[in-house]
């Protein structure tokens, strides 16, 4: 009798190990090659455009994000696009922004030159852009004597440390800014350089060469 059981048992052991085996044959038959051949691979992030300087003839020897420290404060330049003052997109900042008194130096703007930025504070000292203390720490060029003047928003004229458009800023040791900064240019185009000066420090970089 206990033979009969056993006998039955392995039997039923069998066969349920027959059927299994087939499953797993028949899914993996189900992966066809041609299945796998036609699986699509995961999309690639578009690239950031972080300039437009090839569109000027200018070939860059040095990749933005760009970082200058001077005196303590530290300034990176993450994005720089060109617009010819008259085009939609230059008109519509200014329009967005109310830059409508041109800068110092320029006074019929064949460029308006749009700038993301971060400033950060690693000194012990307060940094700062105020009314009774607006003296330029960077200075950006496009050609020999050919310096991009800075423009100022009136619709932030009262804001400190705006977000959207390059003001005025007040910076406790450690802290930081991302904000956004216009220039107006009217010469041509033959390099690209950013020169910082701040606190008797000076840094330097040659985004393209001369």
């Given amino acids: 009798m206990k033979k009969n059981i056993l006998r039955a048992a392995l039997t039923t052991t069998m066969l349920l190990s027959m059927v299994l085996g087939q499953n797993v044959i028949t899914n993996a038959a189900a ?13 690639t992030p578009a690239p950031i455009m972080r300039d ?29 696009m060109i617009y010819d003052f008259k085009s939609k997109d230059a008109q519509n900042l200014v329009k967005q922004f109310k830059y409508d008194s041109f800068g110092v130096m320029v006074s019929n703007p064949k460029y308006l030159v749009w700038t993301k930025i971060i400033i950060k504070n690693n000194s012990k000292s307060i940094v700062k852009r105020a009314l009774y203390d607006q ?14 003047d800075p423009i100022w928003p009136k619709v932030n004229e009262e804001k400190i440390n705006n977000k959207s458009a390059f003001y005025y800023y007040t910076l406790k040791p450690g802290e930081q800014l991302s904000t956004y900064q216009a220039f107006l ?9 950013i020169r910082m000066y701040h606190a008797g420090g000076f840094d330097e970089k040659l985004i393209v060469n001369y």
């Fill in 31 to 43: 992966v066809t090659p041609s299945a796998i051949a036609t699986a699509k691979p995961a999309a």
């Fill in 52 to 80: 437009n300087l090839s569109k000027y003839g200018l070939k860059k020897d040095l990749e933005l994000p760009i970082t200058l420290t001077a005196g303590g404060l530290s300034y990176t330049l993450e994005k720089f």
């Fill in 135 to 148: 003296k330029d720490k960077w200075v950006l060029s496009l050609k020999d004597g050919g310096e991009l």
């Fill in 185 to 193: 240019y009217e010469k041509d185009f033959d390099y690209f350089a």
